[in-house]
Each structure stands twice: as C-alpha cells, then as structure tokens.
C-alpha cells in the first residue's frame, strides 16, 4: 500500500525538520516547502493527502494559501500558528482549513491529529459518491462528472459542445479523426456543409488550452485529414 502524502508549508526551517520526521517515523512520506508560493505551487500541481499550513509565511501568507487550495483541492488542511488570538483561529477555519493548532505543541500530537484526519477523509470518501471521472494528460484535468477543465491547476469555462469535443479527443488520444467524423461524433448528425462549425470550435478551444496557439501542443492539425490530440 502507498504510503500517505505529506506537505508541510513552514518556514522555520528546525520545526519543519521535526516534523518531517516524526511524521515519517510513522510512515509518512514528507515533502517541505518553505514559503508561499512554494507551498502554494505544491499543493495544487502535486497529489499530497494532507498539509500542515504554517499561518506566517513568506509571500504567500497562510490564511490566502487556505483559501486558494481549498478552491481548487478537497485534503484535510491542517493549520498551524504561533499566534493564541481566537479571531486566526476562526478565520483560518472559515477559509477552510480543517484544524487549527498552536505553537508549541508536541510533535507526537501533530501526528495523532494528522491520523485523526486522514482517517476521517477516508471514511467520508468510502461513504459517499463516487470519484468523478477524471481525463489527464500532461496538464489538462477534465472532470467528465463536473464537466469542469483545468489548464495546470487553473479552471477554464468551456461551453457544452466545446467541452464535448474537448473530452471525445482526449479520450481518443493519437487518433486522426476528420472534420465530418468530429461533427458526426459531438453534434449527432452528418455534416453537410457544416464541418466549419468544427474548425471554430477547435480554434476556441485551442485558445483555452495551449499556450501558443500557432504552435499546438495538445490538438494538433493533420493538413488534408483532420485533427488529432497529442498525448
């Protein structure tokens, strides 16, 4: 079985340390990121289980770092901080975080709660729906049950039928399919004379996904036959 996931996101570099490993002393495996943008980058272009949220962070505070992950990941976050006030605590739990500690704490208490909170995730992924059909190639995350898409971590909105296009070719990576083939497939009927309806919706699309559209990364344009998704 693989083990568990953890981020830590703190600054000081000896808190960080003792909790990498005590947390790998329970067979944890550990990653640390010592600031904001680091820890921000981290958490939504890698898979962690759980992080440990420093509150005081360089750049990137922790209480933003919450609310930009939690918009985007659903994992227990847990949210650590020197500072006693009742307001940080309330605040950083309504940002989302799951948990809140104060420093000093035991390290051995960090790990119960990391458990505690693992735990509790798996029990209400195992009793409620299914995971969502996911479609990911270098990248781009489409989530069929959602119909949502993202482009490294950040959602773009895709009307019906360029989402339908989208999610047939990335299904169907490496596979040359014509214009008529495409309308046929999304728009359920023959294309008489209607194949430029795909072209528009390959050039809306491509604007949404690649980063230099007269370069195509992803949709590339076989000249005479049609379009194919590159994995």
Same mark, same amino acid.
Not at 67 to 77: A, C
Not at 119 to 124: G, H, K, M, N, V
Not at 141 to 154: E, P, S
């Given at each position: 079985m693989a083990k568990k996931r953890i981020l830590i996101v703190e600054d000081e570099e000896a808190i960080a340390e003792l909790e990498k490993?005590?947390?790998e002393l329970s067979e944890f495996e550990v990653e640390i990121r010592s600031d904001g943008e680091a820890g921000l980058d981290a958490a939504l272009h890698e898979e962690f289980d759980l992080?440990? #949220?420093d509150l005081m962070l360089p750049g990137i505070d922790g209480f933003e770092l919450c609310?930009?992950? $939690?918009?985007? @990941?659903?994992?227990?976050?847990l949210m650590v901080s020197a500072r006693k006030d009742d307001i940080d605590k309330i605040?950083?739990?309504?940002?989302?975080?799951d948990d809140y500690m104060t420093k000093p704490f035991s390290p051995s208490e960090l790990v119960?709660?990391?458990?505690?909170?693992?735990?509790?995730?798996?029990? #209400?992924?195992g009793a409620g729906q299914?995971?969502?059909?996911?479609?990911?190639i270098r990248g781009i $995350?489409?989530? @069929?049950?959602?119909?949502?898409?993202?482009?490294?971590?950040?959602e773009k909105n895709f009307t019906t039928k360029e989402f339908d296009l989208l999610t047939f070719l990335a299904e169907h990576p490496n596979h040359v399919y014509s214009k008529e083939e495409l309308f046929r497939e999304i728009w359920d009927m023959d294309s008489i004379g209607d194949i430029a309806t795909v072209t528009v919706h390959i050039k809306k699309i491509r604007e949404k996904i690649e980063y230099d559209t007269s370069k195509p990364q992803y949709i590339e344009t076989i000249w005479g036959v049609g379009y194919r998704f590159r994995m």
């Open positions: 490993d005590y947390l992080m440990i #949220l609310r930009r992950v $939690r918009e985007k @990941k659903n994992l227990p976050i605040r950083g739990l309504g940002l989302g975080a119960a709660r990391v458990k505690a909170h693992l735990a509790r995730y798996e029990r #209400l992924v299914p995971e969502n059909d996911i479609v990911e $995350r489409i989530d @069929k049950t959602a119909r949502r898409v993202f482009v490294d971590g950040t």
